[in-house]
């Protein structure tokens, strides 16, 4: 795990990668409880046996969305970033879904640091971020997300 505590330390990654995460399973248990959060609960994310018999992929799969939600919680496995008055995730500049990920998958985030540029005192970093799956040649995802951070003087 990296430490960074201000732009100038940050800035030293410029172009390299800054690591990878641990392995998280998608449960059922997370599947179902975020389509209860957005309200989307379309079969092929929540009824297992009509997705299991019914399905392309055999299985339940999970949104979309929720492999996404994992980004700053898997973020901060990678990194941690100290010294702040504030951390916000201010957005996503490309991003593309290649592969389905299925219950019980283990995905992990890597992450490199494509640009980063100081805002009058506020450091706004932009992640090329891929989620990968266990055994699976192509990403869950991958693309850009941009994050601000304003570090204590």
Do not use: C
């Given at each position: ?128 971020i891929e989620m990968e ?21």
């Amino acid at each position: 795990m990296q430490i960074i505590t201000s732009h100038a330390e940050f800035e030293q990654y410029l172009g390299k990668e800054l690591g990878v995460s641990s392995w998280h399973t998608i449960t059922q248990e997370q599947i179902n409880k975020f389509a209860d959060a957005t309200l989307d609960h379309q079969w092929i994310h929540v009824d297992e046996e009509r997705a299991q018999n019914e399905g392309p992929f055999k299985a339940t799969i999970a949104h979309g969305y929720l492999t996404l939600s994992l980004i700053p919680y898997l973020w901060k496995e990678i990194v941690d970033i100290q010294n702040l008055k504030m951390e916000i995730n201010y957005g996503i500049e490309s991003l593309r879904f290649a592969q389905a990920v299925t219950v019980n998958s283990k995905v992990r985030l890597k992450a490199k640091l494509a640009s980063i540029i100081n805002l009058r005192g506020v450091t706004k970093v932009n992640m090329g971020i891929e989620m990968e799956i266990e055994d699976q040649k192509k990403p869950a995802f991958s693309g850009e997300v941009v994050f601000l951070y304003h570090f204590i003087s």
